[in-house]
Each structure stands twice: as structure tokens, then as C-alpha cells.
């Protein structure tokens, strides 16, 4: 078999995912070309596939030695690199690509993405509809354009509703549905958008076509998933709690059969935090403070992290950041092996003259090219770092948002999450399982660092909003700016999570207690969480 005829089998091992199928034919061919650039490119991109991206940037780097100029390659090795949090490095690669070829499409799509996640929507939305028009221009084959034009629009209209463009997020979202009427992203996204009432005639046509998807799509998973989350959400808007929790319960469940569950991994996690700060002074706190004021704002997903921010990152004082993986991605790196932390590195690092931690945090934030002196960051299972905030950050806040056990708990179980971190999340137990490991672990922090978190409480924030958030300013030490009082307005801060729609109106009371409706379907839930 000659090489054409082995790199047509393993392109399309490729294609149908059987990465480890390319990585051995790879190696074999490498064994007797060892400078192939082609297949170096290959093997790296199955390695990416496998998400095991060291592997991948190794192959890619040694194509690019013999090939500085392959833009295919540097392209996968900046997406490599941004996977794994190196996003000045891969921004730099796709600057060079740039530099060789300004109008390369899969670059402009994803620096686009890149430029998402340091939050430049301006950015991202231009290399969007540069994109879209390269794609327009240069394709010949339609079915190659409609594909990639319907990624391509996804991407966008997700970018506009972040920041608050609602109408050309729904015009995007129209462009796609003309060229695929079933998407069913598409139409989960325009129900995170859409109010459904007896009284809109729209929103109920918009409900009777996903049922319709739905009822023509019954063995496509991924299809069911999104149109059943969506059909929840809809059905919860007209008060048909039978009907969103029907849906919901299969969205859910099919979910956990793609996903499984990680909640003994979080139970490992947890338990392990907790044995290891019982034994380290957390008041012993660097004395070298970070360079920027960072506010952190956590508690359970569905807590109100979403909305504090938008209250604080209205004052003219603070950037909203939002949710940033940076803290996370440090620990990991530097002190978590096997969901277990290494108590010595960190007590080692509380006295030594450079604060690792503070100096590499504030290293990812300079990629955002801000003016502001005071960041919040809303990542909510900051809660899980509470000790390493309060030794390596001793300048900053912490405020923990929490509002009722049940509340929170239907609210995870009504949404889906991108994050594989959140697997627990669909399955009743796993959720009560790990609201009560959250409890815990809260409980710890409050015990072992007294007046050092400030708890804010949904319902009191909804009840008496103006009272509330003063309390928050005075706890942040930020003036009284009116600003904050009208938080909907704020569109300087983008939401990327799947709280956008609620973050974006006035403070509302409707979701409290909202609970009651459900208990017939989420009492295997709810009782767990009343033994707590």
C-alpha cells in the first residue's frame, strides 16, 4: 500500500473520530518519514481530538520546524494552546497567521473565539462577519457553505446576545433557521431569549415547531437534549409544570447517559480541601498583594453570581470580568494532582517573596487590556478556593451569594451546562449530593476565616434591592454609584452563562419559591437536601 492510499485510511479514521486508529497509523509512518509534516500535522490533530493537547502542540511544533509558514498548522496549534489556558501564546500564533494570510477562515473563526473568552465582543463579532463573508466568497461547494456558514452564525448570534444586541442576536438566529429549519441550538437559543405567554401568538408558534423537531427527531440525542431543554423552559414560562418537568426529566437523562456523573470526584475533591486547610494557618496571608483589587463573587451555580456582578460591574470604578477559569487553572496546575491538594506547596508559597499565585492570575488578566484597577470575578466554584484567595489575595472580596436550597437546586436541574465540571448536575441526587458537600465546605470556610466572606442572600437582594446593594458597595469599599441601582442597563459587562436572560432585567421576584411547583416531581431531591 503506498503513502496516498495510507493517508486516505487515516483521514478517515479522522473523520469518524477513531483518533487512536490515526495516532498508530501515524507513528508508523513516522517511524520511516520522520520530517512529514502532513502527517506530524495529523498526529497532532488526533491527539487533539483525544483532548490530550501537550501530545498535540509536541507534533504540531515539530511540523512548524520544517514548515514555519503551514497556516493549517499553526491554526491547530494556537486552538492546542488555547484549550489549554496558554491564551497569550496562542494569540501570538494566530497573529502570525494573520500576518502570512489575513483572510484564512478557520483563524478568523477561532481568534474569534479566543477573543470571546478575554471578553473583546467587538473583536470576536468583526472576525465573525469576516469570516462569514470568506466563506460566502470563496466556497463553491453549497453544502461546504451552508455548514460552515451555520457554525459561523451560531458563534455570532451567541456573541450579540452576550452583550445585549438582542435584536441582531434573533435576526442571526433567523438566518440560521432559514438555512437549517431543525436546528435545534438554534432553537434552544431562541428560547433563552423568547418569554413564552398565552398571549404572544409567536411564542407559541415557536413552541409548536419544537415539538414538531422533537416528534420528527426521536433518535437524535443531541437534537432531544437541546429541544427538550428548551420545551422545559417554555412550558415553565406558560405554567404547565407537568410538561417542563416531562421535558426537563428527558433532557436530563439523556444528558447523564452522554456525560455521566462526576460527583464522587467532586466528593474526593471537597473532602480533600477540607482535610488539607484544617491544617495550614489561612491567616498567615502573603504579603505581596496582586496589582489589581479582585472582587470574587461564588457560591452554587444558580446562586445570583450572574446578577451581584452586574450590580458591581455597573460602578464606573470596576470591570466585570466574569466568569474567568484563571484561579482554577492555577491551582490545578501548581498544587491539585488527583482532585488532591499539596499541603506543602502551599504553605511553602504563603512566605516566599514572589506570590506565584497573584503574579500568574493577574499575568491572564493583562490579555484584556483594562484601565480599571478593581475586577470582578464571578466564577460561582470559586467557593471551592476560598483559602487560597484569602492567603494569595489578601487585597481582595469575597462575597458569597446563596439564596434557598431548593430554589438553587431546581434551578441546576432545569439547565444544562457546557462545563464538564457540571456532570453532577443532572441526576436529583448528584445535585442534592453536592449542594450538601457545598454546605460543608462553606460552613469550614466561615469557621476557619470569621468576617472575611460577606454572605448576600437572593431573597433579601430581591426584597429590599436598594438596601442590599449598598451593603455590597460598602463591603467593596466602592462609593455609592447610581449605576448600580439600574444594573439592566449595563451592557459593559458580557454574560456568557446560561443566567443572561434574567441578569439582563430589573430585579424580579418571580423565581423565589418557585420550588413549590415542582415538589411532586423533585421530592426525592428536596428530602435529601432537608437532612443537611
Known amino acids: 500500500m503506498d503513502l496516498v492510499e495510507k493517508v486516505k485510511i487515516l483521514n478517515n479514521y479522522l473523520a469518524v473520530k477513531n483518533y487512536k486508529k490515526v495516532i498508530e497509523g501515524c507513528v508508523k509512518i513516522l517511524k520511516k518519514i520522520p520530517n512529514n509534516t502532513y502527517i506530524l500535522n495529523l498526529t497532532g490533530l488526533a491527539y487533539q481530538g483525544l483532548n490530550q493537547h501537550k501530545n498535540s502542540i509536541s507534533y504540531f511544533q515539530e511540523a512548524i520546524k520544517f514548515d514555519p509558514n503551514n497556516i493549517a498548522t499553526l491554526n491547530n496549534l494556537a486552538n492546542s494552546l488555547k484549550a489549554l489556558g496558554d491564551l497569550k501564546n496562542s494569540k501570538l500564533y494566530f497573529e502570525k497567521i494573520f500576518n502570512i494570510n489575513p483572510n484564512y477562515i478557520n483563524a478568523c473563526n477561532n481568534y474569534a473565539n479566543l477573543k470571546i473568552i478575554i471578553n473583546d465582543y467587538k473583536g470576536a463579532i468583526e472576525l465573525f462577519n469576516r469570516a462569514l463573508n470568506l466563506v460566502r466568497k470563496n466556497e463553491v461547494n453549497q453544502t461546504s457553505i451552508k455548514s460552515k456558514s451555520i457554525n ?138 496582586a496589582e489589581n483589587k479582585i472582587i470574587f463573587i461564588c457560591g452554587m451555580p444558580r446562586s445570583g453570581t450572574t446578577l451581584v456582578e452586574q450590580i458591581i460591574s455597573s460602578h464606573n470604578k470596576v470591570y466585570g470580568a466574569g466568569e474567568l477559569i484563571y484561579l482554577y487553572e492555577i491551582i490545578k496546575k501548581n498544587f491539585l494532582e488527583d482532585n488532591k491538594l499539596n499541603k506543602q506547596k502551599i504553605i511553602s508559597l504563603q512566605n516566599q517573596q514572589s506570590n506565584l499565585v497573584a503574579r500568574e492570575y493577574i499575568d491572564y488578566l493583562k490579555l484584556y487590556n483594562l484601565s480599571e484597577k478593581i475586577i470582578t470575578d464571578k466564577a460561582p466554584q470559586n467557593f471551592l478556593w476560598i483559602g487560597f484567595i484569602k492567603i494569595f489575595f489578601p487585597n481582595s472580596k469575597v462575597i458569597h451569594c446563596f439564596r434557598n436550597p431548593k430554589d438553587n437546586c431546581l434551578s441546576l436541574f432545569k439547565n444544562s451546562f457546557a462545563a464538564s465540571m457540571m456532570n453532577w448536575s443532572y441526576n436529583q441526587e448528584d445535585i442534592a449530593k453536592y449542594y450538601n458537600l457545598y454546605s460543608e465546605l462553606m460552613q469550614f470556610w466561615k469557621k476557619k476565616i470569621p468576617n472575611f466572606i460577606f454572605d448576600l442572600e437572593y431573597e433579601s437582594l430581591v426584597k429590599n434591592k436598594d438596601v442590599e446593594i449598598k451593603k455590597i458597595l460598602e463591603f467593596c469599599e466602592l462609593e455609592i454609584d447610581e449605576k448600580c441601582f439600574d444594573h439592566q442597563k449595563n451592557s459593559k459587562t458580557p454574560i456568557k452563562t446560561v443566567s443572561i436572560s434574567q441578569a439582563r432585567q430589573p430585579i424580579y421576584s418571580s423565581s423565589v419559591n418557585l420550588n413549590s411547583k415542582y415538589d411532586k416531581f423533585l421530592e426525592k431531591m428536596f428530602n435529601l437536601l432537608n437532612k443537611n
Open 152 to 289: 459561523i452564525l451560531f458563534s455570532l448570534a451567541l456573541a450579540y446576545q452576550s452583550v445585549n444586541q438582542i435584536e441582531k442576536a434573533k435576526k442571526t438566529i433567523e438566518e440560521i433557521l432559514y438555512l437549517e429549519p431543525n436546528h435545534a441550538g438554534a432553537h434552544k437559543l431562541l428560547s433563552s431569549i423568547i418569554k413564552y405567554s398565552v398571549d404572544s401568538k409567536d411564542s407559541l408558534t415557536h413552541l409548536k415547531q419544537m415539538e414538531k423537531i422533537l416528534s420528527d427527531n426521536k433518535n437524535d440525542k443531541e437534537k432531544t437534549i437541546d429541544l427538550s431543554f428548551a420545551l422545559g423552559k417554555a412550558f415553565d414560562d406558560l405554567g404547565d409544570y407537568d410538561s417542563a418537568y416531562s421535558h426537563t426529566l428527558k433532557a436530563n437523562q439523556l444528558k447523564l447517559e452522554k456525560s455521566g456523573s462526576n460527583i464522587l470526584s467532586e466528593d474526593k475533591l471537597i473532602k480533600n480541601i477540607i482535610s488539607t486547610f484544617k491544617e495550614i494557618n489561612i491567616e498567615l496571608s502573603h504579603k505581596k498583594e
